[in-house]
């Protein structure tokens, strides 16, 4: 199974709501990230998640939070974004790197629209 | 230094072609160079990955040829069809310094029958 699920596959939320965004593997997998990816844009790195524990955070604005309750689950809780957020989020998984794999599998993203 | 330049931005070919997609990269420490492929709505999948180590790799239509001297690689589809329709990006990582993925900026390829 080289599957990353992602939930919801669309979301519509206003400024002032607060949702989270869910990712699930179940390869084993002890590096998972977050990006985002705009219209025509390649992904761009938002956080990473070793062995549960932040390791990368690429300067996110504080209204996106990861969290990673454990070695499975990655959420990314949303409050107060702004319409210029709006973009397919993706959630990616792999070995930790030495692990002999390096290959990053992603999820089909949620596509998050920001009223 | 951490940028991989992707070149064409877009690609029209004739079904049966071989089109071809050309990156660049400043960093020598990157030792880790995959292509992944784009449908629209989709996540990226990997399609193929080589390392410095070899000149090409080859996977089913798809071939990667790198050319570390000139710190280029590239990607040829073989009789492309138009279900090789997406996006595909490039991107470099140097594994040994657990950096992310470098993503370059993508080419949207278009087969037409």
């Known amino acids: 199974d080289t599957e990353v699920t992602q939930t919801p596959k669309h979301l519509v939320m206003g400024m002032t709501n607060k949702k989270s965004l869910k990712c699930e593997q179940h390869?084993?997998?002890?590096?998972m990230y977050w990006y985002k990816q705009k219209a025509k844009k390649p992904p761009e790195l938002m956080f990473v998640?070793?062995?549960?524990?932040?390791?990368i955070n690429e300067s996110v604005p504080s209204r996106f939070s990861p969290e990673c309750p454990n070695s499975s689950l990655l959420n990314l809780h949303l409050h107060a974004l702004q319409p210029e957020d709006s973009a397919l989020y993706l959630c990616?998984?792999?070995?930790?790197?030495?692990?002999?794999?390096?290959?990053?599998?992603f999820g089909p993203g949620t596509r998050l629209l920001v009223l | 230094q951490q940028q991989v330049k992707q070149s064409p931005q877009s690609l029209i070919v004739q079904k049966g072609g071989i089109p071809i997609i050309n990156c660049a990269y400043e960093?020598?420490?990157?030792?880790?160079f995959p292509w992944y492929q784009q449908f629209p709505g989709k996540g990226p999948a990997l399609l193929i990955a080589?390392?410095?180590?070899?000149s090409e790799k080859k996977e089913g239509r798809f071939t990667i040829s790198f050319n570390k001297s000139a710190k280029q690689f590239s990607l040829h589809i073989m009789d492309s069809q138009p279900g090789d329709s997406a996006t595909y990006f490039c991107?470099?990582?140097?594994?040994?310094?657990?950096?992310?993925?470098?993503f370059g900026k993508g080419t949207r390829l278009s087969v037409i029958a």
């Open positions: 080589i390392r410095p180590d070899v």
């Open positions: 960093n020598t420490a990157f030792d880790y």
């Open positions: 998640y070793s062995y549960e524990k932040l390791s």
């Open positions: 991107a470099a990582a140097a594994l040994s310094g657990n950096t992310p993925l470098v």
């Open positions: 990616a998984s792999s070995h930790p790197r030495g692990g002999g794999g390096e290959t990053q599998y």
């Open positions: 390869m084993g997998h002890r590096a």
